[in-house]
């Protein structure tokens, strides 16, 4: 993945999370936390999902957190 495809992924993610769909959005992102991915990348990533409302994000930490991936 390349900086332009993680910020383009974390939109689609946090697509995602604002519609509720938090299932969803974990199903795409865990296979990205299960190998190793520069974390700069996950940075990207993350900044473009935490542009959903707060009251969307909290069941999809919850979700990542419960996996316990290193990026989760």
């Given at each position: 993945?390349?900086?332009?495809?993680?910020?383009?992924?974390?939109?689609?993610?946090?697509?995602?999370?604002?519609?509720?769909?938090?299932?969803?959005?974990?199903?795409?992102?865990?296979?990205?936390?299960?190998?190793?991915?520069?974390?700069?990348?996950?940075?990207?990533?993350?900044?473009?999902?935490?542009?959903?409302?707060?009251?969307?994000?909290d069941p999809f930490l919850e979700k990542g957190a419960a996996a316990g991936t290193e990026?989760?």
């Amino acid at each position: 993945m390349r900086t332009r495809q993680a910020d383009e992924f974390g939109r689609r993610i946090g697509e995602l999370v604002t519609a509720g769909k938090t299932t969803q959005a974990y199903a795409h992102l865990a296979p990205v936390l299960a190998q190793r991915t520069p974390f700069s990348l996950l940075v990207r990533v993350g900044r473009e999902v935490d542009n959903s409302p707060w009251r969307c994000m909290d069941p999809f930490l919850e979700k990542g957190a419960a996996a316990g991936t290193e990026g989760g």
